[in-house]
């Protein structure tokens, strides 16, 4: 079974400043990796995803993320943050396989982005 | 507009009591999802639905229970067996099922008094 871990459960960032946001999982066989972001009483929403390709995915709202295979890493990153990016995030992986369900979230960040 | 909507957004309940919450999605998807939200623990799945009439226990199904009449519609049954409810509870759907993006509805606030 594969598992996802986030390193940092709050991360809080000064306005327009760059941020990262770490990920990692462990798997058997080969993944799809998504961040999700979640705003406050909302449900989640997909910022990108990687299936296949280019190991740099692009998202909405500016954010970008790495697929590193040897690191087992999808770490998030946006290089200029907006108060209106504080939310929590959650890095997500599902497993290659041709039946039942895998999709496995992680535990959150929560980017508190600061005046 | 297409979307997933989870009805109602607050729900109390009395200890003992069988609670059922609504999710209905108008986006034509197959797969339909229950997880559970509480805080610092992510997201943990309870229920899933690949096509109508079929359903498999996720990691903490005990407790619950689901049904899958109609293709929009997923309800969630939190029973009186379930000895910690009081949780966020989000329902999502997808096309498919491993590399579709999971749309989720706004959430049920469940407490139980």
């Known amino acids: 079974a594969q598992s996802v871990t986030q390193l940092d459960s709050q991360v809080p960032v000064f306005e327009e400043a760059p941020v990262e946001l770490r990920c990692n999982y462990s798997?058997?066989?080969?993944?799809?990796l998504f961040w999700y972001v979640q705003y406050p009483n909302q449900g989640l929403q997909l910022l990108l995803k990687?299936?296949?390709?280019?190991?740099l995915v692009k998202g909405i709202n500016g954010f970008e993320a790495e697929f590193n295979k040897s690191q087992t890493s999808f770490h998030l990153r946006k290089p200029s943050v907006h108060i209106s990016d504080t939310a929590e995030y959650f890095c997500?992986?599902?497993?290659?396989?041709?039946?039942?369900?895998?999709?496995?979230f992680g535990p959150g960040t929560r980017l508190s982005v600061l005046p | 507009d297409g979307g997933i909507t989870q009805s109602p957004k607050y729900l109390f309940r009395k200890e003992g009591q069988n609670v059922t919450l609504s999710c209905e999605q108008n986006?034509?998807?197959?797969?339909m999802y229950w997880y559970r939200q509480d805080p610092g623990q992510g997201l943990r799945l309870i229920y899933y639905?690949?096509?109508?009439?079929?359903?498999q226990k996720g990691d903490i199904a005990e407790g619950y229970s689901v049904s899958r009449e109609k293709k929009e519609s997923f309800p969630l049954t939190v029973t009186s067996a379930q000895k910690n409810p009081t949780a966020f509870y989000l329902c999502?759907?997808?096309?498919?099922?491993?590399?579709?993006?999971?749309?989720f509805g706004p959430g049920t606030r469940l407490t139980v008094l």
């Open positions: 986006l034509n998807h197959d797969a």
């Open positions: 990687y299936l296949s390709g280019s190991t």
């Open positions: 997500a992986v599902s497993q290659v396989a041709d039946y039942g369900q895998n999709f496995v």
């Open positions: 798997s058997s066989v080969s993944v799809y």
């Open positions: 639905s690949q096509i109508v009439n079929d359903f």
């Open positions: 999502a759907s997808s096309k498919g099922m491993r590399t579709d993006t999971q749309y």
